[in-house]
């Protein structure tokens, strides 16, 4: 049970982190 909720936050902060490096990249790109 710990272990699927430890793996689950990992998921969820990867994709975050994956996401705000995309909206940052395209941000960049743009100026």
Do not use: A, E, P, Q
């Amino acid at each position: 049970m710990v272990m699927t909720y430890i793996i689950l936050v990992i998921s969820i902060s990867y994709f975050t982190i994956v996401i705000y490096l995309t909206l940052l990249d395209g941000r960049l790109k743009k100026s």
